[in-house]
């Protein structure tokens, strides 16, 4: 299926829509205050290590210390037996570490001591010896056939090894050639870093998201790039030149005025990515929630009645759901664990047509999947990794009103609480009088439905309470004063 890829730039952010047959299949935001980390690599400190969680704090330089597993650890991926953390890491050493996850909540970033960098066609591993083949490419035949291309290629003093990506399933051996001299130079540059820093320092930062464009994103099912900056037009054609990539010819420049989202509908679809209901085509509709621990994909028929019967419409319904998730995952860039609660089908047949159809759909996504079948209580489990921030909390913040829970306490709730704490400030303290701030409705409701409950609230306490309304609280908010 051909693609067209939309590259928005400002001074403040980057962002990039992947769109097929005219509609946003993913969504990419990457902003100049607060780039991405992973895939950078830092000379670290070690500011702590934990035996009982076997971790090490890693000071690189961050405003919080990053984390580091024990099996994260290069030395213990051999077939030796593990050697506890406390035997590898001492408070103080420096030692070089990789990025693999971006801060996420109040989490800090996740480390590995294995190094990769990646090329367009190749992913350098300077710790390893062999060459590996992408998981993606399942013809035995053709896997064979790479490692033997990328050997022959390769210089006899080379050291290191290398995974071959998909997309070198289609590279010329002159292009397979120009990504190996790329990380070659660039693992060369951060060696010579290494050895004039002092810890903690940044030694190599990843591409940035317009020039990861051109090596993780573009295809030969790619028609054209469209880049509405001609600044960055001419860094991506210079970039495409530097390494001899084939479809320098696919980036153009967008010169319009009206803007390059607004003119293909994908601020529209920026706007619906952020909200919890999705509507399906057939009247149906997904509700979508995430937390910090997980998310969940609830499937509903909505107004979709269907044809034939009952258990004909669900399965339709599931059908098309199947294929807004997998979408929507790619869109909203959700990871960790996924929860779907498709509509219940009595039918075994069903249930395997469902779960076939949500496995074609996420065939295309680059991330790193497991899809389980259908458990006892009828949800499909699944997991995605999860290496950024999800699109919602790169774009939104909690609630300051709500805190982030979605409801507010009703008037009379509030209303309540201030009862509550008046009859408990009175036993403390012996005031004259109590005033009660608290917002418009909060106020309303004590005049007119609650006017009796305060009333009598005074009588118990026997002091007077006045009210006054404080036009910038929220619904929840409410001080008393004691006068």
Known sequence: ?????????????????????????????????????????????????????????????????????????????????????????????????????????????????????????????????????????????????????????????????????????????????????????????????????????????????????????????????????????????????????????????????????????VEGEIERALGRRVALKSGGYLIIDQTEALTTVDVNTGGFVGGRSFDDTIFKTNLEAAQAIARQLRLRNLGGIIILDFIDMDSEAHRHAVLAELRKALAPDRTRMTVNGFTSLGLVEMTRKRTRESLAHVLCEPCPTCGGRGELKTARTVCYDILRELVRESRQFDAAEFRVLASQKVIDTFLDEEAQSLAMTEEFIGKPVRLQVESLYNQEQYDIVLV
Not at 179 to 206: C, F, K
């Open 1 to 265: 299926m051909s693609e067209e890829i939309l590259v928005n730039v400002t001074p403040q952010e980057t962002r990039v829509a992947l769109m097929q047959q005219g509609v946003a299949q993913e969504l990419h935001v990457e902003r100049a205050a607060s780039r991405g980390l992973v895939g950078n690599l830092f000379l670290g400190v070690v500011s702590r290590v934990l035996p009982g969680m076997q971790s090490a704090f890693i000071d690189v330089g961050l405003d919080r210390t990053a984390f580091l597993h024990v099996g994260d650890i290069w030395t213990q991926r051999g077939g030796e037996q593990p050697r506890p953390i406390e035997k590898i890491l001492h408070d103080g050493d420096s030692l070089l570490v990789q990025v693999v996850k971006d801060p996420i909540g109040t989490k800090g970033a996740r480390l590995s001591t294995q190094v990769s960098i990646a090329g367009r066609f190749l992913v350098y591993l300077p710790q390893e010896s062999h060459i590996g083949v992408s998981q993606r490419i399942e013809d035995e035949a053709e896997r064979t056939l790479l490692r033997e291309r990328l050997a022959a290629l390769l210089p006899a003093d080379h050291q290191g090894g290398y995974i071959v990506r998909t997309m070198a399933e289609t590279a010329t051996d002159a292009e397979l050639a120009a990504d190996l001299d790329y990380l070659r130079r660039v693992w060369g540059g951060i060696q010579e870093r290494v050895r004039a820093s002092s810890a903690p320092a940044l030694l190599y930062q990843d591409l940035d998201l317009s020039l990861r464009v051109l090596r993780d994103f573009v295809s030969a099912s790619t028609e054209r790039v469209l880049v509405d900056s001609r600044e960055t037009f001419q860094r991506l054609r210079q970039f495409a030149g530097e390494f001899n990539l084939p479809f320098a010819d696919t980036v153009q420049h967008y010169p319009g005025e009206r803007p390059l989202f607004e003119l293909n509908g």
